[in-house]
């Protein structure tokens, strides 16, 4: 099983940017699709974006679109989450996960139940 640390949470004023680090153990991050859920309190946990293996094609949640980059530094065993213009409903807890039962573009439909994810890493927006 692949194990994922998240970090680079924070407090950000609206408006402001982030960068999450997800580093991944294991020797076959490179074949894994990868991904990144948010989950604000008193809500379920949400899609924000996913990587492909291969061409590291992104797929991004409506609500990112145009704010939020994904990538992936295979080299490095690791995903990004660069997030800009921030706003106050951007904060939650952000997981890293991955399942090789997953492409990245059906990763949106990953449940806690199975795969992996990171302990998660908190990202508060002040208005």
């Known amino acids: 099983q692949v194990q994922l640390v998240e970090s680079g949470g924070g407090l950000v004023q609206a408006g402001g940017s982030l960068r999450l680090s997800c580093a991944a153990s294991?020797?076959?991050?490179?074949?894994?699709?990868m991904g990144w859920f948010r989950q604000a309190p008193g809500k379920e946990r949400e899609f924000v974006a996913s990587i492909s293996a291969g061409d590291g094609t992104a797929y991004l949640a409506d609500s990112v679109k145009g704010r939020f980059t994904i990538s992936r530094d295979n080299a490095k065993n690791t995903v990004y989450l660069q997030m800009n213009s921030l706003k106050p409903e951007d904060t939650a807890v952000y997981f890293c996960a991955t399942s090789q039962w997953f492409t990245a573009q059906r990763l949106r439909y990953m449940t806690t139940s199975g795969g992996s994810w990171g302990q998660g890493t908190q990202v508060t927006v002040s208005s």
């Open positions: 294991g020797r076959t991050f490179s074949t894994y699709a």
